[in-house]
């Protein structure tokens, strides 16, 4: 799951729960609270069909886990199933906040959009694929489009598939995790702007701090996405590229001071400055 929280300028800032809930929908829940309570706009989650994703060879191989030996067995319980997802929209309903999903194949953008989400998101594996691009155009959601590991002729044959109608807004990305500094690459920002002036340009964070995100809304950013956790220490693949609560808040806090700072960016002498005025001018 990530996180979402609305800027002055754009929809929302994000946040993913990625698979950091650990397949518990408790843990899930303590999430959103998190996310309720430090002023996020949106949680998103990502849905995958196993056996679509994977192929049988990868999905036999012996991996122990709290849910059996294979790997078929790691990554099914990690999927939360349609009546989960039921749960935890209604849960997200009570706590005010809204949610959407990434969906990794055509079943799972089916089951998603069921939910009435206002938002498709194409992960940054799936930016190449024609066929989940394709199903995406039966719909008319909005689509965030995430752009690691790809190119600028990558994101454009995506565009060029889903048609400029339909893309609401590209994220900038590194799809390491997490995703060193020297990589964080957040000028990209303004290169997605350039290129791309009538959509929003947002920034999907892998870096385990706040600094990049930061400097993203800086840059323009107009959706800031980062993945959340409970306790970084926790089981799983994206805990160490994720923010803890005391983060999330810090976070929440720091944007909003820098919306409150940034003015309007008009040169002129505030009521607070006249006193000093008459104090100290010569």
């Keep these: 799951m990530s996180y979402a929280q609305q800027l002055n300028r754009s929809d929302f800032r994000a946040g993913h729960l990625t698979i950091n809930h650990g397949g518990d929908l408790c843990i899930a829940k303590k999430l959103i609270d998190v996310a309720s309570a430090a002023g996020c706009h949106y949680i998103k989650f990502q849905k995958r069909t196993i056996s679509l994703v994977y192929s049988k060879e990868e999905l036999d191989k012996p991996r122990e886990s709290q849910w059996g030996i294979t790997v078929r067995e790691q990554k099914e319980g990690l999927e939360f199933n349609k009546y989960d997802y039921y749960e935890l929209a209604f849960y997200c309903k009570q706590k005010g906040i809204k949610w959407f999903a990434s969906s990794w194949d055509v079943l799972s953008l089916d089951m998603?959009?069921?939910?009435?989400?206002?938002?498709?998101?194409?992960?940054?594996?799936?930016?190449?694929?024609?066929?989940?691009?394709?199903?995406?155009?039966?719909?008319?959601?909005?689509?965030?489009?995430?752009?690691g590991m790809s190119t600028l002729e990558m994101v454009d044959e995506a565009i060029d598939i889903l048609g400029k109608d339909r893309v609401h807004c590209i994220m900038a990305c590194t799809s390491t995790y997490p995703t060193k500094p020297e990589e964080s690459n957040v000028k990209c920002i303004t290169t997605l702007k350039e290129r791309y002036p009538w959509t929003k340009i947002g920034f999907s964070n892998h870096y385990p701090g706040l600094m990049s995100m930061i400097m993203a809304y800086v840059l323009g950013a107009e959706m800031l996405e980062f993945h959340g956790t409970l306790d970084r220490s926790m089981l799983g693949s994206d805990q160490a590229s994720s923010i803890e609560p005391k983060g999330v808040f810090e976070l929440m806090e720091r944007l909003r001071l820098i919306e409150k700072m940034q003015g309007d960016g008009i040169k002129k002498i505030f009521e607070s400055e006249k006193l000093i005025m008459q104090k100290l001018r010569r």
Excluded at 118 to 136: D, G, M, Q, V, Y
């Design 112 to 147: 998603m959009v069921d939910f009435n989400i206002p938002f498709i998101k194409i992960p940054s594996a799936l930016i190449t694929n024609r066929e989940l691009l394709e199903a995406c155009k039966i719909y008319t959601i909005p689509v965030i489009l995430s752009s």
